[in-house]
């Protein structure tokens, strides 16, 4: 049935293909992968803010959300029931993976990843977990992108620019916010973006907003109206905010972090399930904004009433003035990213956008509360709620104008947009003063085995090992004798021979300097073998070592070719000139 439609629909594409020039039809691509990156955000975000106001409206007390409580294990167990029995394949989750399939894998994701994430986030985050749904959009967006150029035979370019295009999509869609989609692509997902990418860019992130403009209700978007106009007389508090900010976008990482690989490291993976639930339930039944999302509770602290989010919890009766009230919010500030590590740490799949504004907007709110309570001064308590929310995006992900313009574009309006980026870039300051990657950016360093805040390691982390690899070398064996070598070398343009056995195993080299001197020497030439002539490699390159390893090895034998060798087996040889032209062909992209 599946193949029936997709069939379906590829035949007028390809017709359009075959008719239209190629930077027309890229545009139509766009529109495509736009469209299709939308749809599946909107209906990922519908389904679960359906099930969110259900749960809303059948737990107005205790007894009722006690229930309701129990719901993240039930989605973490479905989802890991899923992967397992359905997929039987890991979900790659967060913008690292992405990044690492653009640099390593030739922006190809597989296709499984244009429904998985759909799935196992609308089980976790829909049942109560407490996650985002941003990043399973990205993914998923990407993930169509990505299919679709390869479908239809797009070059690696154009297919990188499709796979941004449905993350810029799926933002768009996710926030009614086109600008920040197009922002979060060219910022977390593209190194180096030429201005002709931009273009394809805007028209994927402007249909998907469309289609949440069309199709979600008001009710389902984070939209805000502005109370308050921006009073220059505040810009001190807003500084005291950014710095703030910063310090908890970095407690964010690191707890977050931690939190998640002690989940992990529960080897039963059914028992993690069962921790990581009865962990969530007790903090929910103490903390109910804690489920979800949580951006209903956002709302709530926007519109200034505080006083919604105790209702059903236990210690509802133990509230019952502002300081009490203030210390519950300060306490949710922080267990936000612990909720939010246990749920991702036991099975769950979903992102951190969502908790890194939840946490936002709780330490915007606690801050300015505090100020207006002690009679500091009077500050406007939605503005900073809002603007302190772009500070945690901007301090958690390192992406300072997707945070700006987010919050700017789901306020309606541009009144906070200097106190917006006045905190924005003294949180990411902050952040980077103390751990100079984001956790994507670890996580991608880690997996690319580099220090991604040095540009030139990044760039030749782009490059591909394997497509350097030349092959034209002559192979000799051991047992020859030199008459035998000097007829191929006759034939070779090369002056290294590498020495292999019959099993086609490297086990020494011969280099036209060592056998110059009896090359014209007919005594030598029955009597001499390959193997007396032949020497070790000054040093062995394996396909999975990044190249600035490589050329570590270049620089320390002094060679100009390095031997490829892969489970003993020889590939050819690694030339130090062709990486360098390589690289510096990057590097001129890159500028």
Same mark, same amino acid.
């Given at each position: 049935?599946?193949?029936?439609?997709?069939? /379906?629909?590829?035949?007028?594409?390809?017709?359009?293909?075959?008719?239209?020039?190629?930077?027309?039809?890229?545009?139509?691509?766009?529109?495509?992968?736009?469209?299709?990156?939308?749809?599946?955000?909107?209906?990922?975000?519908?389904?679960?803010?359906?099930?969110?106001?259900?749960?809303?409206?059948?737990?107005?007390?205790?007894?009722?959300?006690?229930?309701?409580?129990?719901?993240?294990?039930?989605?973490?167990?479905?989802?890991?029931?899923?992967?397992?029995?359905?997929? %039987?394949?890991?979900?790659?989750?967060?913008?690292?993976?992405?990044?690492?399939?653009?640099?390593?894998?030739?922006?190809?994701?597989?296709?499984?990843?244009?429904?998985?994430?759909?799935?196992?986030?609308?089980?976790?985050?829909?049942?109560?977990?407490?996650?985002?749904?941003?990043?399973?959009?990205?993914?998923?967006?990407?993930? /169509?992108?990505?299919?679709?150029?390869?479908?239809?035979?797009?070059?690696?370019?154009?297919?990188?620019?499709?796979?941004?295009?449905?993350?810029?999509?799926?933002?768009?869609?996710?926030? !009614?916010?086109?600008?920040?989609?197009?922002?979060?692509?060219?910022?977390?997902?593209?190194?180096?973006?030429?201005?002709?990418?931009?273009?394809?860019?805007?028209?994927?992130?402007?249909?998907?907003?469309?289609?949440?403009?069309?199709?979600?209700?008001?009710?389902?978007?984070?939209?805000?109206?502005?109370?308050?106009?921006?009073? $220059?007389?505040?810009?001190?508090?807003?500084?005291?905010?950014?710095?703030?900010?910063?310090?908890?976008?970095?407690?964010?990482?690191?707890?977050?972090?931690?939190?998640?690989?002690?989940? %992990?490291?529960?080897?039963?993976?059914? #028992?993690?399930?069962?921790?990581?639930?009865?962990?969530?339930?007790?903090?929910?039944?103490?903390?109910?904004?804690?489920?979800?999302?949580?951006?209903?509770?956002?709302?709530?602290?926007?519109?200034?009433?505080?006083?919604?989010?105790?209702?059903?919890?236990?210690?509802?009766?133990?509230?019952?003035?502002?300081?009490?009230?203030?210390?519950?919010?300060?306490?949710? #500030?922080?267990?936000?990213?612990?909720?939010?590590?246990?749920?991702?740490?036991?099975?769950?799949?979903?992102?951190?956008?969502?908790?890194?504004?939840?946490?936002?907007? $709780?330490?915007?709110?606690?801050?300015?509360?505090?100020? !207006?309570?002690?009679?500091?001064?009077?500050?406007?308590?939605?503005?900073?709620?809002?603007?302190?929310?772009?500070?945690?995006?901007?301090?958690?992900? $390192?992406?300072?104008?997707?945070?700006?313009?987010?919050?700017?574009?789901?306020?309606?309006?541009?009144?906070?947009?200097?106190?917006?980026?006045?905190?924005?870039?003294?949180?990411?300051?902050?952040?980077? $003063?103390?751990?100079?990657?984001?956790?994507?950016?670890?996580?991608?360093?880690?997996?690319?085995?580099?220090?991604?805040?040095?540009?030139?390691?990044?760039?030749?982390?782009?490059?591909?090992?394997?497509?350097?690899?030349?092959?034209?070398?002559?192979?000799?064996?051991?047992?020859?004798?030199?008459?035998?070598?000097?007829?191929?070398?006759?034939?070779?343009?090369?002056?290294?021979?590498?020495?292999?056995?019959?099993? !086609?195993?490297?086990?020494?080299?011969?280099?036209?300097?060592?056998?110059?001197?009896? #090359?014209?020497?007919?005594?030598?030439?029955?009597?001499?073998?390959?193997?007396?002539?032949?020497?070790?490699?000054?040093?062995?390159?394996?396909?999975?070592?990044?190249?600035?390893?490589?050329?570590?090895?270049?620089?320390?034998?002094?060679?100009?070719?390095?031997?490829?060798?892969?489970?003993?087996?020889?590939?050819?040889?690694?030339?130090?000139?062709? /990486?360098?032209?390589?690289?510096?062909?990057?590097?001129?992209?890159?500028?």
């Amino acid at each position: 049935m599946i193949k029936a439609i997709h069939a /379906i629909i590829r035949r007028p594409i390809l017709y359009l293909k075959g008719k239209l020039p190629p930077s027309q039809f890229f545009v139509l691509s766009s529109i495509l992968v736009g469209l299709s990156s939308g749809l599946a955000a909107v209906t990922l975000k519908y389904l679960v803010h359906s099930i969110e106001r259900l749960i809303t409206y059948y737990s107005n007390v205790f007894e009722e959300f006690l229930v309701f409580a129990l719901f993240p294990l039930v989605g973490i167990l479905l989802t890991v029931v899923y992967i397992r029995y359905f997929l %039987k394949s890991e979900i790659q989750k967060g913008t690292a993976e992405i990044v690492h399939s653009i640099i390593k894998k030739s922006s190809k994701i597989p296709p499984q990843t244009m429904y998985s994430h759909l799935i196992t986030s609308g089980l976790t985050v829909g049942f109560g977990g407490s996650m985002g749904l941003e990043s399973p959009m990205v993914s998923t967006g990407s993930a /169509i992108g990505s299919n679709y150029a390869s479908t239809y035979n797009l070059s690696y370019r154009d297919r990188t620019i499709l796979l941004a295009c449905g993350a810029a999509a799926g933002i768009g869609a996710a926030f !009614n916010s086109p600008i920040a989609g197009v922002l979060f692509a060219v910022e977390v997902l593209l190194t180096d973006i030429s201005a002709a990418a931009l273009i394809p860019l805007i028209i994927s992130a402007a249909c998907g907003a469309l289609l949440s403009k069309i199709i979600l209700q008001e009710d389902a978007l984070l939209s805000f109206s502005l109370q308050q106009p921006f009073n $220059y007389y505040n810009v001190p508090y807003y500084i005291l905010l950014g710095l703030f900010a910063g310090l908890l976008s970095l407690y964010y990482a690191r707890v977050f972090t931690w939190v998640d690989l002690k989940m %992990k490291a529960v080897s039963n993976i059914w #028992m993690r399930v069962l921790i990581g639930g009865f962990m969530l339930f007790v903090l929910l039944i103490f903390f109910p904004p804690l489920f979800g999302e949580g951006y209903e509770s956002i709302k709530s602290l926007s519109l200034l009433q505080p006083s919604q989010l105790t209702k059903v919890s236990v210690l509802n009766g133990l509230i019952n003035n502002d300081v009490q009230l203030l210390v519950f919010l300060g306490a949710l #500030m922080f267990l936000k990213t612990i909720a939010a590590a246990i749920t991702t740490g036991s099975g769950g799949n979903g992102g951190s956008f969502a908790p890194s504004l939840f946490v936002g907007a $709780y330490l915007g709110f606690v801050f300015s509360r505090f100020i !207006n309570i002690t009679g500091i001064a009077r500050i406007p308590e939605t503005n900073f709620t809002l603007v302190a929310m772009a500070g945690i995006l901007s301090g958690v992900f $390192y992406a300072p104008l997707t945070a700006i313009f987010l919050i700017a574009e789901i306020t309606g309006g541009y009144e906070l947009m200097i106190p917006l980026m006045i905190v924005s870039a003294l949180s990411v300051t902050v952040a980077k $003063y103390f751990e100079p990657l984001s956790m994507e950016g670890k996580k991608l360093s880690h997996m690319l085995n580099l220090s991604m805040e040095d540009k030139d390691r990044f760039l030749l982390s782009k490059l591909n090992l394997t497509a350097l690899i030349e092959t034209n070398f002559s192979v000799v064996r051991p047992d020859d004798t030199l008459q035998s070598m000097i007829k191929v070398i006759a034939t070779s343009s090369r002056n290294t021979f590498p020495v292999v056995t019959e099993e !086609n195993e490297l086990i020494g080299l011969v280099h036209m300097d060592s056998i110059r001197r009896i #090359m014209f020497d007919p005594e030598k030439y029955e009597n001499t073998t390959v193997r007396d002539l032949m020497t070790k490699p000054a040093a062995i390159i394996k396909l999975n070592e990044n190249l600035h390893t490589v050329l570590k090895k270049f620089d320390e034998t002094n060679q100009w070719n390095l031997p490829v060798v892969e489970d003993k087996q020889y590939l050819g040889f690694l030339s130090k000139s062709s /990486i360098l032209t390589k690289y510096r062909s990057e590097l001129l992209k890159s500028v």
